[in-house]
């Protein structure tokens, strides 16, 4: 064959899976997205942390886009009660924490008149570089949807049936013995679940966790093991964001790994 019609074919075949994905990405789904974050600050360097300006411009996108964000108390709600959730449902959440979560990420998602749900690492809490007491309590009082991360952040799946225990009832009790209220959500450290685990979430009445799977979650997806985002910090932070929604998209549209 000739090189030409070689090079025409391969250009149609990427204009075809361009236009899909293309078409994937706008396509309305009922999907709910879940975003996963960790740090916003213009101090430290790696890929948890997303500078101030990229995610006040990504919040900003969102907007433009029609998203409305939503707590993970909605999305039980909602589901429980049989409502309808918003034309594009997305819930932000933060890992681990960070004292930046109260001091850089709450003001700029106030401002955007948004939800955020943070989940923190219990025997973290007022440590260096870490969210406070006061801090916490504060961010329940201003809307901010507060949720579990363990006790001390270690991968579940590497523990015994009865630290599991420890980790996902301990670092909920702490939390809610030191005048927090409530917590219902949990996030698996480093997005690695087992059976024990959920077990050990359902009977100490967690009502929905998080994973690091990519996706999109609905009514039916399984509510200890809902999809979730990740956004890593990327030099084209909005172009890194788009092609992570997509990749969630695609996931969820082929049936890849859903729960
Ligand atoms: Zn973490």
């Given at each position: 064959m000739k090189y030409y019609k070689i090079t025409a074919i391969i250009s149609i075949l990427i204009l075809i899976i361009a236009g899909f994905c293309f078409y994937i990405y706008q396509k309305p789904s009922n999907g709910l997205l879940i975003l996963e974050y960790h740090k916003v600050n213009d101090i430290d360097n790696d890929?948890?942390?997303?500078?101030?300006?990229?995610?006040?411009?990504?919040?900003?996108?969102?907007?433009?886009?029609?998203?409305t964000t939503i707590s993970l108390m909605d999305f039980i709600h909602a589901k429980k009660y049989g409502e309808k959730l918003p034309a594009k449902p997305i819930?932000?959440?933060?890992?681990?924490?960070?004292?930046d979560n109260f001091t850089n990420v709450a003001p700029i998602v106030n401002k955007h008149n948004?939800?955020?749900?943070?989940?923190?690492?219990?025997?973290?809490?007022?440590?260096?570089?870490?969210?406070?007491?006061?801090?916490?309590?504060?961010?329940?009082?201003?809307?901010?949807?507060?949720?579990?991360?363990?006790?001390?952040?270690?991968?579940?799946?590497?523990?015994?049936?009865?630290?599991?225990?420890?980790?996902?009832?301990l670092s909920k009790l702490l939390m809610e013995w030191n005048g927090l209220k409530t917590i219902f959500f949990f996030s698996y450290p480093n997005g690695m679940y087992n059976n024990t685990a959920?077990?050990?979430?359902?009977?100490?009445?967690?009502?929905?966790?998080?994973?690091g799977d990519p996706g999109l979650n609905t009514f039916s997806t399984n509510p200890y093991l809902l999809q979730r985002t990740y956004i890593p910090r990327e030099r084209f932070s909005l172009l890194g964001l788009k092609l992570r929604i997509l990749k969630s998209k695609l996931f969820y549209y082929f049936h890849i790994n859903q729960h």
């Open positions: 890929e948890y942390t997303i500078p101030v300006k990229d995610f006040t411009a990504q919040l900003d996108y969102l907007s433009a886009e029609g998203y819930i932000l959440t933060f890992d681990d924490g960070y004292e948004m939800k955020a749900t943070f989940f923190i690492i219990g025997n973290y809490i007022n440590k260096k570089d870490y969210i406070n007491w006061a801090q916490l309590k504060q961010l329940q009082n201003d809307n901010i949807e507060i949720g579990c991360h363990t006790a001390n952040h270690l991968p579940l799946t590497t523990l015994s049936a009865a630290q599991i225990q420890n980790e996902v009832k959920i077990q050990a979430l359902q009977q100490n009445n967690y009502l929905a966790a998080v994973t």
